[in-house]
């Protein structure tokens, strides 16, 4: 048969094969090895992965690439990021070293609120290129799919430049996106005192202009579009987030949640009977929660990059959450305040070290647990016949290595649909 690329003398090839589910439990120590392995790739999509003499005997390839017996796995599929914002929040990043507490300093009117001032006065172009170099560097540490959040707008007019945004970035740049409305984020200036009426703003107003702009973009019929709510104390009660998260049901909307990273407020509860594709951060979870969460279809994502930012000695328990049998995926949650990391293998290295997950359990949760979190698993994730051809060539032997290092960067070469996006680095 023929091949467009075959990837051959593969020493270690990590599938990541789940056979077309979220892997939960005692499965995530799987990572779907083949020793001395060879990937044929067609039309962008992965024909066969197997040993590396039955492809070489199966499959006639138009081009060819020795992997040089280092180690493959699928590109990382980052599920949760807000990195279309304008500046940054350095001297932020100074008073925390200092003590500041980050809901102290967002209730004072900074925090994600500042984040807000600057992309408000930012057009689409700028948000744009300002974005560019964060998926550049995603990329360039094996991010080849990510979802992006809105919810530095806060006004219907600024949500939906950042839609456009997002859209322009998934446009022009070879890592896929799939796109999330956060229009309850954070309770705006303008309606400090009255939340409840920035709540019917979006309720009536936002989510069905973002719903129409969807149904128009690139992005309908090939990938969801999320509604997400930052349930927390300070942001948005419970009653407020269930009436946002069940407005966007209506409308067609997927759902995700930020719940339980500083406050158990029920969140996890409510998006969890509401059918959440996702919820995320869940350092506050409670056991009976985890029960739940284990008997549903919902996963489960951490950011333990937000603690290690936070210089928090304290994580969400991931251990707990895969023991019980739910599904884990793992973020970055790449953003100016909580989470400036462009790089899933450093979340993976933070999460086995303080999350005590092990590196199969961590690259399972960064690559095809993360695709089902984003409604993506059919087609994104892992190394399996009819997905799309989206690996790393490690420059390592053991994929372990991946989480065992950290700081460096062990991705050697990226492949996005069967081509070639290796970021150049510059000497
Ligand atoms: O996931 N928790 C709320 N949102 C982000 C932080 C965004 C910001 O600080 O700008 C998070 O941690
Ligand atoms: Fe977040």
Redesign the pocket.
Known sequence: MKADLVISNIGQLVTCASGGKAKRGAQMHDIGEIKNAAVAISAGKILAAGPGDEIANSYDATDTHDAGRRAVCPGFVDP?T?IV?AGN?LDEFEQKIKGAD?LEI?ASGG??IS?VRNTRGASVRELVSQTRPRLDKMLSTGTTTCEI?T??GLDLETEMKMLEAIAESDRTHPVDVVPTF?GA??VPPEFRENADAYVALICDHMLPQAWRWFTGSLFFGRVPFFCDV?C?KG?FSLQQSRRVLETAKTLGFSLKA?VD?FTNLGGSTMAIQLGSQSI??LDAISDEEIRSLAGSGTVAIV?PT?NFNFGSSEFANARKLVDAGCALALST?Y?????PCPSQPMAMAIACRYQKLLPAEAMNAATVNAAHSIGLGATHGSIEEGKWADLLILDTDDYRQLAYEFGGNLVSRVIKAGRDVTVPRER
């Open positions: 949760h807000h914002f929040r980050y967002l925090g994600i984040t959040k919810g530095y956060l984020h954070a930052f927390e942001a930020h990273e995320d951060h950011t937000v949650d953003n100016p305040g909580s989470a």
